[in-house]
């Protein structure tokens, strides 16, 4: 027994040791166990009334038309390239502006270049025709 206790107290010394992630361990296996108890319950203890209405695909109320896998315009992925030159892109602009002064003719210059790589995949979508909805 004391020599359980030696080994326990040895390996709980090394902060290297396998022996800290114990509790992490135990608190995984109660989320598995829990989440697939809370699972298996809610399928044994739930309504199984299978109504045509409810195997039906949900459409959000419109009637669907045509098949799923028709190709889709390249103008919805214009606009996802729009979205992101446009909207994720510009977070960038942040550091620059609080940290302008400190940075110097470096960083305007650098903060340059990115406008020009932002111009570049801005004048691509004008020429690939993102914009024009006539269609």
């Known amino acids: 027994?004391?020599?359980?206790q030696v080994q326990v107290s040895?390996?709980?010394?090394?902060?290297?040791?396998?022996?800290?992630?114990l509790?992490?361990?135990?608190?995984?296996?109660?989320?598995?166990?829990?989440v697939a108890g809370m699972m298996g319950i809610t399928?044994?203890?739930?309504?199984?009334?299978?109504?045509s209405d409810k195997l039906?695909?949900?459409t959000s109320g419109i009637k669907s038309h045509g098949d799923a896998r028709q190709p889709m315009a390249i103008k919805y992925f214009l606009v996802a390239i729009l979205f992101v030159l446009f909207d994720v892109e510009v977070i960038?602009?942040?550091p620059y502006a609080v940290n302008f002064k400190q940075l110097g003719?470096?960083?305007?210059?650098?903060?340059?270049?990115?406008?020009?790589?932002?111009?570049?995949?801005f004048i691509y979508i004008i020429k690939k025709g993102a914009l024009k909805w006539e269609d």
């Open 105 to 121: 003719w470096s960083g305007f210059g650098a903060v340059l270049m990115f406008i020009a790589f932002f111009l570049c995949g």
């Open 23 to 34: 509790p992490i361990a135990i608190q995984l296996i109660f989320a598995v166990i829990f």
């Open 43 to 51: 399928h044994w203890l739930g309504p199984k009334r299978n109504t």
């Open 92 to 94: 960038f602009f942040y």
């Open 10 to 21: 040895a390996v709980a010394q090394d902060p290297d040791s396998s022996y800290w992630y």
């Open 1 to 4: 027994m004391y020599l359980l």
């Open 56 to 58: 039906e695909t949900f």
